[in-house]
Structures are given as structure tokens and as C-alpha cells.
């Protein structure tokens, strides 16, 4: 048994669908302003299938203030569902670039 056979494959891939690819733009190791470049399909759907999610991941633990960060966190309050990929990519943009001027994550 040194692999898995293709019907077991081909029945996991059903179950557990691929997460959905997303970009991100991000400073200095601040935060990430992210947002999905596909639709997003889960294996159990809720409000989110088949939209584009932006929302900004912070810097949490060891190395978070120093800029060496190595985990980071979703900001809840800053999850926001799209229809279009350029509304998410847009939003995504517009927080990144109020945070270069002001220094806070407004959402």
C-alpha cells in the first residue's frame, strides 16, 4: 500500500474541495490585506460559496512588533463577502493604502 488508489482520491477531492487561491498586499511584515482571486467553494456551502472574501490578517506572537512576524490572524471585524473579484481586490487595496498613511487598520 504505497499510495492512495483513484477512486479514493477522486471521492477525498469531493469532500474536501481545494481552498480557494488569494493575494495579498503587505509592507514591512505589517499586516496583510488579503482577498481571494477565486471563487470561494466549501464542502459545506454557507453565505460565502461562490463569492470573493477581502479581509486583513495581523501580526500575532514572537516577532509581531518588530516586523518578524511568523503567524498571523484574521481580523474579524474586517471579513467582508464580494460578488466581483475587483470589488475584493479594490477593498483589499483601499485598507492597504490607508494603512501606509495613517498607521491603523481602519475597516
Do not use: C
Not at 499510495?3 to 481545494?18: C, D, H, K, V, W
Not at 488569494?22 to 460565502?48: C, D, L, S
Not at 481580523?75 to 466581483?84: C, F, G, I, K, M
Amino acid at each position: 500500500m504505497d499510495g492512495i488508489s483513484p477512486e479514493l482520491s477522486r471521492a477525498l477531492a469531493r469532500m474536501f474541495p481545494p481552498e480557494a487561491r488569494w493575494a495579498y498586499f503587505q509592507k514591512r511584515n505589517g499586516p496583510m490585506f488579503v482577498y481571494n482571486t477565486e471563487r470561494i467553494h466549501e464542502r459545506y456551502p454557507t453565505a460565502a460559496e461562490g463569492k470573493f472574501e477581502s479581509a486583513v490578517f495581523m501580526p500575532v506572537g514572537k516577532g509581531s512588533r518588530s516586523g518578524k512576524a511568523t503567524r498571523f490572524e484574521v481580523l474579524e471585524a474586517s471579513r467582508s463577502l464580494h460578488e466581483l473579484r475587483r470589488d475584493a481586490k479594490a477593498r483589499a487595496l483601499r485598507l492597504y493604502e490607508e494603512w501606509e498613511q495613517t498607521g491603523k487598520v481602519v475597516v
